[in-house]
């Protein structure tokens, strides 16, 4: 079984890969090729998310979490986000224009994906809601609930806030 982190960057995408990696997933943050994924238990960020139907067909029996955070907030946090330096790979390009329809930050084109994607995974998955748990940045209880999901027991830390710095 593999399992896939569905959400958006910025949306606790970091800290679910430290979350799974604590429950002894070997996980992968943004991986930079399918080849990566196949390589790793668990991976999350928008280059598994645009691609959740392919590793839904690719992988039976996995398992699916969307991370979420208030659009207001999100969208706040994409204009923030910093220009790119320097080349950026193919595989990012591709991953943006796949998620956005862009390579650069575009408020329309963002605003749009957000509310598409989310409807899009809810609409997929509405016949099998075993296999996906929509996890809240701003939740309680995130341990409880992403540990009943994946039949864990829950670990003796606290669930993980972790970030990527933006410079």
């Not at 943050?29 to 668990?42: G, K, N, T, V």
């Not at 928008?46 to 029996?61: F, H, N, S, T």
């Not at 994607?117 to 997929?124: A, S, T, V």
Request: net charge positive.
């Amino acid at each position: 079984m593999k399992i896939f982190g569905l959400g958006l960057s910025n949306t606790g995408t970091t800290s679910l890969a430290k979350a799974l990696t604590i429950l002894g997933y070997n996980t992968v943050h943004y991986p930079w090729s399918l080849q990566e994924i196949d390589d790793y238990d668990a991976s999350v960020d928008i280059p598994v998310a645009c691609r959740y139907r392919e590793l839904d067909k690719k992988y039976p029996g996995s398992k699916f979490i969307l991370t979420t955070r208030p659009f207001e907030e999100w969208i706040e946090r994409r204009r923030r986000k910093p220009a790119d330096k320097g080349q950026v790979k193919k595989w990012v390009l591709d991953t943006r224009v796949q998620t956005y329809g862009s390579t650069t930050f575009n408020e329309k084109l963002y605003s749009e994906a957000y509310h598409k994607h989310h409807k899009g995974i809810c609409e997929y998955f509405k016949d099998r809601p075993q296999d996906i748990l929509t996890l809240p940045l701003k939740t309680d209880n995130k341990w409880e609930k992403l540990c009943a999901f994946l039949g864990k027991e829950i670990p003796s830390v606290d669930y993980p806030w972790e970030r990527i710095k933006q410079t």
